[in-house]
């Protein structure tokens, strides 16, 4: 069932794409979701390159950032370029979840300009976000999880 381009009533984008920057992550929402994934497209933030629809939910949530690595991780995840993609393939609506670990990394994110580019790219989009409301923390999401 195609989404409705003309509608603006959320109960229209119930099908939506999953964004990740892992294939893991890509199969665990898929497993998540069972049934629903069907009416769903999940796919890494590579392959959504160039590609847009209604409703994006991009998901940092479950990454490592630890940062212990060699940092391989940090490199992937906090990468300015990736970020714009993921957040860019929503015409109407991007969702982004993440954990509070994202925004408040250790201190291995400070390494490189690379890094340290898209960390502040990431927080400048929540200031945003917050600015309009539009932030929930996981105390507020809890009951609807």
Do not use: N
């Amino acid at each position: 069932m195609p989404v409705h381009h003309h509608s603006t009533h959320p109960t229209h984008w119930l099908i939506s794409t999953q964004v990740t920057p892992h294939h893991a992550q890509r199969l665990a929402v898929s497993a998540a979701l069972g049934p629903l994934a069907a009416r769903c497209t999940i796919d890494t933030v590579e392959r959504m390159q160039g590609r847009e629809r209604d409703l994006v939910i991009v998901c940092f949530a479950g990454l490592d950032l630890y940062g212990e690595d060699d940092g391989v991780e940090l490199d992937f995840v906090y990468d300015a370029c990736r970020i714009v993609v993921a957040l860019t393939r929503a015409k109407r609506k991007c969702v982004v979840l993440a954990t509070e670990r994202l925004f408040d990394p250790s201190m291995h994110v400070f390494d490189t300009p690379a890094r340290r580019e898209a960390y502040h790219l990431l927080l400048g989009v929540r200031a945003y976000a917050d600015g309009r409301g539009a932030v929930v923390s996981r105390a507020l999401a809890a009951p609807f999880v």
